[in-house]
Protein backbone atom coordinates (compact mmCIF):
# COMPACT_ATOMS: atom_id res chain seq x y z
CA UNK A 1 0.00 0.00 0.00
CA UNK A 2 0.90 3.65 -0.94
CA UNK A 3 -0.47 6.95 -1.09
CA UNK A 4 -1.66 8.71 -4.08
CA UNK A 5 -2.31 12.40 -4.07
CA UNK A 6 -5.49 13.61 -6.32
CA UNK A 7 -5.22 16.64 -8.82
CA UNK A 8 -7.19 18.57 -6.15
CA UNK A 9 -4.23 17.68 -3.27
CA UNK A 10 -6.45 15.07 -1.81
CA UNK A 11 -4.86 12.38 -0.17
CA UNK A 12 -5.63 8.45 -0.91
CA UNK A 13 -4.40 5.35 0.44
CA UNK A 14 -4.39 2.84 -2.03
CA UNK A 15 -2.59 -0.90 -3.08
CA UNK A 16 -0.69 -1.01 -6.43
CA UNK A 17 -2.20 -4.31 -7.87
CA UNK A 18 -0.03 -5.62 -10.56
CA UNK A 19 -2.70 -7.13 -13.41
CA UNK A 20 -2.18 -9.58 -15.81
CA UNK A 21 -1.74 -10.34 -18.67
CA UNK A 22 -4.13 -13.01 -18.29
CA UNK A 23 -4.76 -15.31 -21.70
CA UNK A 24 -8.20 -17.16 -21.69
CA UNK A 25 -7.02 -20.66 -22.34
CA UNK A 26 -10.78 -22.51 -22.84
CA UNK A 27 -14.08 -21.21 -23.35
CA UNK A 28 -17.52 -23.74 -21.88
CA UNK A 29 -20.48 -23.60 -23.68
CA UNK A 30 -23.83 -24.76 -22.31
CA UNK A 31 -24.44 -26.87 -25.56
CA UNK A 32 -21.27 -28.47 -25.62
CA UNK A 33 -20.26 -28.65 -22.12
CA UNK A 34 -23.66 -28.85 -19.57
CA UNK A 35 -22.76 -24.80 -18.59
CA UNK A 36 -20.97 -21.47 -19.41
CA UNK A 37 -17.44 -20.37 -17.59
CA UNK A 38 -14.09 -19.23 -19.24
CA UNK A 39 -10.88 -20.72 -18.09
CA UNK A 40 -8.37 -18.49 -18.23
CA UNK A 41 -3.88 -18.63 -17.43
CA UNK A 42 -1.97 -16.51 -15.48
CA UNK A 43 1.99 -16.31 -15.03
CA UNK A 44 4.59 -18.40 -17.13
CA UNK A 45 5.62 -22.04 -16.15
CA UNK A 46 8.02 -24.20 -17.61
CA UNK A 47 6.53 -27.07 -19.47
CA UNK A 48 8.53 -29.77 -17.51
CA UNK A 49 6.92 -28.36 -14.49
CA UNK A 50 3.30 -29.41 -15.30
CA UNK A 51 1.70 -32.63 -15.30
CA UNK A 52 0.36 -34.20 -18.33
CA UNK A 53 -2.83 -33.69 -17.30
CA UNK A 54 -2.50 -29.62 -16.87
CA UNK A 55 -0.56 -29.39 -20.28
CA UNK A 56 -3.72 -31.18 -21.91
CA UNK A 57 -5.93 -27.73 -20.50
CA UNK A 58 -3.03 -25.23 -21.72
CA UNK A 59 -3.46 -23.94 -25.12
CA UNK A 60 -1.04 -21.58 -26.50
CA UNK A 61 1.45 -21.20 -23.57
CA UNK A 62 1.99 -23.04 -20.24
CA UNK A 63 0.77 -21.37 -16.90
CA UNK A 64 0.93 -21.28 -13.35
CA UNK A 65 -2.23 -20.75 -12.16
CA UNK A 66 -5.22 -21.70 -13.87
CA UNK A 67 -9.26 -20.35 -12.77
CA UNK A 68 -12.37 -20.73 -14.39
CA UNK A 69 -14.87 -18.19 -13.91
CA UNK A 70 -18.53 -19.71 -14.39
CA UNK A 71 -21.08 -17.22 -15.93
CA UNK A 72 -24.39 -16.34 -15.10
CA UNK A 73 -27.06 -17.77 -17.74
CA UNK A 74 -28.25 -14.06 -18.41
CA UNK A 75 -24.48 -13.23 -19.63
CA UNK A 76 -23.13 -12.77 -22.83
CA UNK A 77 -19.87 -14.65 -23.77
CA UNK A 78 -18.17 -12.93 -26.22
CA UNK A 79 -14.96 -14.49 -24.79
CA UNK A 80 -12.37 -16.70 -27.54
CA UNK A 81 -9.21 -18.78 -26.83
CA UNK A 82 -6.10 -16.95 -27.27
CA UNK A 83 -8.28 -13.35 -26.29
CA UNK A 84 -5.84 -11.08 -23.94
CA UNK A 85 -6.84 -9.79 -21.04
CA UNK A 86 -4.83 -7.43 -18.91
CA UNK A 87 -5.39 -3.52 -17.78
CA UNK A 88 -6.89 -1.54 -20.33
CA UNK A 89 -9.89 -3.73 -19.52
CA UNK A 90 -10.78 -1.46 -16.42
CA UNK A 91 -11.03 2.10 -16.56
CA UNK A 92 -10.67 5.13 -13.50
CA UNK A 93 -13.69 5.04 -11.75
CA UNK A 94 -14.84 1.09 -12.19
CA UNK A 95 -16.43 -0.67 -8.63
CA UNK A 96 -14.05 -3.44 -8.17
CA UNK A 97 -14.66 -6.54 -6.06
CA UNK A 98 -11.26 -8.05 -4.91
CA UNK A 99 -11.14 -11.75 -3.30
CA UNK A 100 -8.23 -13.65 -1.76
CA UNK A 101 -6.50 -15.31 1.02
CA UNK A 102 -5.86 -13.48 3.78
CA UNK A 103 -2.57 -13.47 6.21
CA UNK A 104 -2.48 -16.18 7.89
CA UNK A 105 -1.56 -15.29 11.85
CA UNK A 106 -1.24 -18.68 13.15
CA UNK A 107 -2.37 -20.16 16.71
CA UNK A 108 -3.86 -17.07 18.45
CA UNK A 109 -5.72 -16.74 21.95
CA UNK A 110 -8.86 -15.65 22.37
CA UNK A 111 -8.19 -11.71 22.94
CA UNK A 112 -6.22 -11.32 19.91
CA UNK A 113 -8.69 -13.83 17.83
CA UNK A 114 -12.05 -12.89 19.26
CA UNK A 115 -11.62 -9.81 21.20
CA UNK A 116 -12.18 -10.95 24.43
CA UNK A 117 -11.38 -8.48 27.32
CA UNK A 118 -9.02 -11.01 29.92
CA UNK A 119 -9.83 -11.23 33.25
CA UNK A 120 -8.94 -8.71 35.97
CA UNK A 121 -5.45 -8.16 37.32
CA UNK A 122 -6.02 -7.96 40.45
CA UNK A 123 -8.46 -9.23 43.45
CA UNK A 124 -6.11 -12.59 43.97
CA UNK A 125 -5.77 -13.19 40.08
CA UNK A 126 -2.15 -14.90 38.83
CA UNK A 127 -0.98 -14.50 35.51
CA UNK A 128 -4.35 -14.80 33.88
CA UNK A 129 -4.82 -11.37 32.05
CA UNK A 130 -5.80 -13.15 28.74
CA UNK A 131 -7.37 -16.06 29.58
CA UNK A 132 -10.52 -17.14 27.91
CA UNK A 133 -12.69 -17.85 31.60
CA UNK A 134 -15.55 -20.08 31.78
CA UNK A 135 -16.57 -21.92 29.03
CA UNK A 136 -20.30 -22.64 30.51
CA UNK A 137 -20.72 -26.23 31.75
CA UNK A 138 -23.09 -26.29 34.76
CA UNK A 139 -25.64 -29.34 33.87
CA UNK A 140 -24.14 -30.14 30.61
CA UNK A 141 -20.90 -32.29 30.67
CA UNK A 142 -19.56 -31.07 27.12
CA UNK A 143 -18.30 -27.29 25.53
CA UNK A 144 -21.20 -26.20 23.21
CA UNK A 145 -21.14 -26.13 20.00
CA UNK A 146 -19.79 -22.87 18.28
CA UNK A 147 -17.36 -21.86 21.62
CA UNK A 148 -15.10 -18.92 20.54
CA UNK A 149 -11.94 -20.03 21.96
CA UNK A 150 -7.88 -20.02 21.06
CA UNK A 151 -7.09 -21.79 17.71
CA UNK A 152 -5.56 -20.55 14.09
CA UNK A 153 -6.54 -17.42 12.61
CA UNK A 154 -6.26 -15.77 9.18
CA UNK A 155 -5.84 -17.85 5.90
CA UNK A 156 -9.45 -16.98 4.93
CA UNK A 157 -11.02 -16.71 1.72
CA UNK A 158 -11.78 -12.70 1.75
CA UNK A 159 -13.82 -10.43 -0.39
CA UNK A 160 -13.93 -6.50 -0.57
CA UNK A 161 -16.62 -5.11 -2.41
CA UNK A 162 -16.83 -1.48 -3.83
CA UNK A 163 -13.13 -0.91 -4.38
CA UNK A 164 -12.50 2.08 -7.08
CA UNK A 165 -9.97 1.94 -9.56
CA UNK A 166 -7.82 5.64 -8.74
CA UNK A 167 -5.05 5.25 -11.30
CA UNK A 168 -4.29 2.93 -14.34
CA UNK A 169 -0.38 2.84 -15.60
CA UNK A 170 -1.07 0.97 -18.72
CA UNK A 171 2.96 0.53 -19.50
CA UNK A 172 3.59 -1.18 -16.49
CA UNK A 173 0.26 -2.99 -16.63
CA UNK A 174 -0.63 -1.57 -13.26
CA UNK A 175 -3.66 0.12 -11.74
CA UNK A 176 -4.20 1.68 -7.77
CA UNK A 177 -7.41 0.44 -6.05
CA UNK A 178 -8.40 2.74 -3.21
CA UNK A 179 -8.25 1.12 0.30
CA UNK A 180 -6.82 -1.83 1.09
CA UNK A 181 -7.03 -5.53 -0.67
CA UNK A 182 -6.83 -8.81 0.91
CA UNK A 183 -3.17 -10.96 1.40
CA UNK A 184 -0.04 -10.52 1.52
CA UNK A 185 2.12 -8.72 -0.43
CA UNK A 186 2.94 -10.75 -3.92
CA UNK A 187 -0.07 -12.71 -3.24
CA UNK A 188 -2.22 -13.77 -6.08
CA UNK A 189 -6.54 -11.97 -6.06
CA UNK A 190 -9.24 -11.94 -8.26
CA UNK A 191 -10.47 -8.96 -9.60
CA UNK A 192 -13.57 -8.93 -11.37
CA UNK A 193 -15.81 -5.59 -12.30
CA UNK A 194 -18.86 -4.86 -10.92
Same mark, same amino acid.
Given at each position: ?112 ? =? ?11 ? =? ?56 ? =? ?9
Amino acid at each position: MTEYFTEDGQVVPVTIVSVGPVTVTRVFEKSKDGYNAVQVGFGVQKKERITKARTGQMKGGFYSVLKEFRLKPTDTNDAKEGDVLDVSTFAVGDKLQVSGTSKGKGFQGVVKR =HGFHGGPRTHGQK =HSEREPGSIGGGLRTHVPKGMRMAGRMGSDRITYKNLKIIFIDKENNTMLIKGAVPGK =HGSLVEIVSR
